[in-house]
C-alpha cells in the first residue's frame, strides 16, 4: 500500500497520475501532430480537470518525440494566464519567444526540465528580441520562422504547439479581440501555419458571453470536459487497496463523478486513522466539503445562471433520468434556451447525460447544497447580480432637477450676448490684422482680414470636429461661463 497519499488534492494532477479522459488525450494528441493537423479549445467549468489535461497533452507530445511515427514532432508550451497579465497582444508574444528560447537555445541559462533534447545556436537577432518587452506579430512570426527549422531532424518537421490554460483571464485583461486574431492568423492563414498549433482551455462564458461569433473561437475544434464516469472513479480509487466497494461507491454517488470532490472525499479518506471506512465516512466527509468548498459550490451554482439553476431544480427532484421535452414541460419560463443550460450544467459536472438524449443530476454533494440553500441562493445573490448588471449597463440619467437647473442657467439675453461676442470677435481680428498690414503692406488689410477670420474657422471646425450647433453650444457656453463670473 502506497505511503504517500496518492490523491491529488487540490493541486492539477501530474501527468504520471493523471487517470481517465484517455481518450480524449490520445485523440488531441494524435490530431496537434497530425497533417494537417488541429487546433482545439477545452470547455469545461472550474475544477474540473483543464489544467490537467493540458499538462498530459504536453507531456504526452513531450514523451513520444522520439519515437513519433508520423512525419512531425512537437515542441509543446504550456502557459497560464493565471501567471501573468499583460496590456497588449504583443507582450504576450514576446513572452512566448522567451519561453521557446528557453528550451531550445544552447545559450539559454536555467533550461527546464521540458527543454528540447539537441539544443541549437539561435540567431543573435532573436536573442535580442527575446529581451524585449513587446514584439509585433510580423517579428513573431519571423522568429518562428527561422527558429522551427532549426529543430527538423531528417523524416520529421517540428511543430510548435501552444497550450494556454485559463483563456478566461485574457478577456478580463481585454486582450483576447487582439490576441485572438493574431493567434487566429499564426494557425490559419500565416506562411507558417502549418508549423503552429493550439490548445486553449477555459469556460463556458468564453463562448457564451464574450466572445459570440469569435472568428479565431469558430475555427478551434471543442472538446467538452465532463464529470469522471463510473469506470473512471474506480480507476482513481485503485491507486490504493484501502477502500472497499461501498465506499468507492458511495464516492461516485456523493461526488457525481467531479474530479475535485472525488480527489477531496479519496484524499482525506487515505488520511482517515479508521480502519473501518463506510459509506457513513464518506458522507460524513461530503458534509465536510459542502463548508470547505462553499466557495467552489456558489461559483458553479453562479456560473449555471438562474435558468441554469431552474434546469437543476427539475432534475434534482427525481432520481431518475429525464429527457429535454420533460424538462420543458416543468420549467416555468418556456423561452429559456434548455440546450443552452444542459450543455452550461454539464461542463461544470453538475449533470450527466446519456448521448445527450437523457439527463440526471450528477452527485449529492452538489444536489444536497441546492435543496437546502438553493431558493435562497437564487431569491438573493442572482438577484443582486442581475441588479447590479442592469444598473451598470443602464445609462445614467439627468435628474428632473438637474434639468431644470440646466434650462435656468442659460441667460435671458444670450442672443444678443451672442452677437456681442462674435462683433468683439472680428473686431479683435480686424485689429490684428490692421497691425499686421501696418508693419508689412498698408494696402494689404482686407486679405489679412479675411484671411484671418479663414483661418480661425479653419482651426475650430477642422482642429476640434465642430458642427454648426456644436459651434454654437461652445459660444454660448463661453457666455454662460462669462456672465457666471461676472
Known amino acids: 500500500m502506497a505511503t504517500i497519499n496518492p490523491f491529488h488534492y487540490p493541486n492539477p494532477v501530474s501527468p504520471d497520475a493523471f487517470v481517465g479522459r484517455q481518450a480524449i ?49 512537437a515542441l509543446p508550451i504550456f502557459f497560464d494566464f493565471q501567471s501573468r497579465s499583460f496590456d497588449s497582444a504583443e507582450s504576450f508574444y514576446a513572452c512566448i519567444l522567451n519561453e521557446i528560447r528557453c528550451r531550445v537555445d544552447v545559450l539559454a541559462p536555467d533550461r527546464p526540465g521540458d527543454a528540447w533534447p539537441t539544443p541549437v545556436n539561435l540567431d543573435s537577432q532573436i536573442r535580442v528580441l527575446c529581451q524585449s518587452p513587446k514584439i509585433t506579430l510580423s517579428q513573431f512570426q519571423q522568429a518562428l520562422r527561422q527558429t522551427l527549422p532549426q529543430l527538423d531532424i531528417p523524416g520529421s518537421r517540428v511543430r510548435l504547439v501552444l497550450l494556454l490554460d ?96 472525488a480527489q477531496y472525499l479519496f484524499h482525506y479518506l487515505w488520511v482517515s486513522a479508521k480502519k473501518d471506512l463506510t459509506a457513513k465516512t464518506v458522507t460524513k466527509l461530503a458534509m465536510n466539503f459542502q463548508h470547505e468548498h462553499l466557495d467552489d459550490i456558489e461559483g458553479w451554482a453562479m456560473a449555471a445562471g438562474e435558468s441554469g439553476l431552474q434546469v437543476f431544480r427539475i432534475l434534482a427532484a427525481t432520481d431518475g433520468w429525464l429527457d429535454e421535452k420533460e424538462i420543458q414541460k416543468l420549467i416555468p419560463d418556456r423561452r429559456s434556451n434548455i440546450n443552452h443550460d444542459l450543455l452550461n450544467l454539464h461542463c461544470h459536472g453538475l449533470i450527466i447525460h446519456e448521448d445527450w438524449q437523457r439527463y440526471k443530476y450528477a452527485g449529492l454533494v452538489f444536489k ?49 450676448a451672442l452677437i456681442s461676442y ?46 454648426g450647433d456644436q459651434f454654437l453650444k461652445v459660444v454660448e457656453n463661453l457666455i454662460n461661463k462669462i456672465f457666471h463670473k461676472s
Not at 500565416?190 to 468564453?206: E, T
Open 25 to 73: 488525450l490520445r485523440d488531441i494528441s494524435k490530431a496537434l501532430v497530425e497533417d494537417p493537423g488541429a487546433s482545439y479549445a477545452i470547455v469545461a467549468g472550474r475544477r474540473l480537470g483543464k489544467t490537467s489535461i493540458l499538462m498530459s497533452i504536453g507531456h504526452k507530445l513531450a514523451s513520444t518525440r522520439l519515437s513519433a511515427s508520423s512525419h512531425w514532432t
Open 166 to 261: 485559463e483563456v478566461d483571464r485574457a478577456v478580463t485583461q481585454g486582450l483576447l479581440d487582439n490576441l485572438g486574431d493574431g493567434l487566429r492568423s499564426l494557425i490559419s492563414s500565416s506562411d507558417i501555419s502549418f508549423r503552429v498549433r493550439l490548445v486553449i482551455a477555459g469556460s463556458r462564458k468564453l463562448f457564451d458571453v464574450v466572445t459570440i461569433g469569435s472568428p479565431f473561437l469558430n475555427i478551434l475544434r471543442k472538446c467538452h470536459l465532463s464529470a469522471f464516469d463510473k469506470s473512471e472513479i474506480k480507476e482513481l480509487a485503485a491507486r490504493t487497496d484501502k477502500f472497499t466497494e461501498e465506499v468507492v461507491s458511495t464516492v461516485w454517488k456523493q461526488s457525481g463523478g467531479h474530479p475535485l470532490i
Open 368 to 416: 444536497t447544497w441546492f435543496d437546502s440553500n438553493g431558493a435562497a441562493f437564487m431569491d438573493t445573490i442572482l438577484d443582486r447580480n442581475s441588479k447590479s448588471e442592469k444598473s451598470a449597463e443602464k445609462p445614467q440619467e439627468t435628474p428632473a432637477s438637474t434639468k431644470n437647473l440646466a434650462s435656468t442657467e442659460k441667460p435671458l439675453g444670450w442672443p444678443i
Open 422 to 467: 462674435t462683433l468683439s470677435s472680428l473686431l479683435i481680428t480686424a485689429i490684428v490684422a490692421l497691425i499686421i498690414s501696418k508693419l508689412i503692406s498698408p494696402e494689404q488689410f482686407i486679405p489679412f482680414f479675411v484671411v484671418l477670420v479663414l483661418l480661425i474657422m479653419t482651426i475650430l471646425v477642422g482642429v476640434d470636429k465642430l458642427t
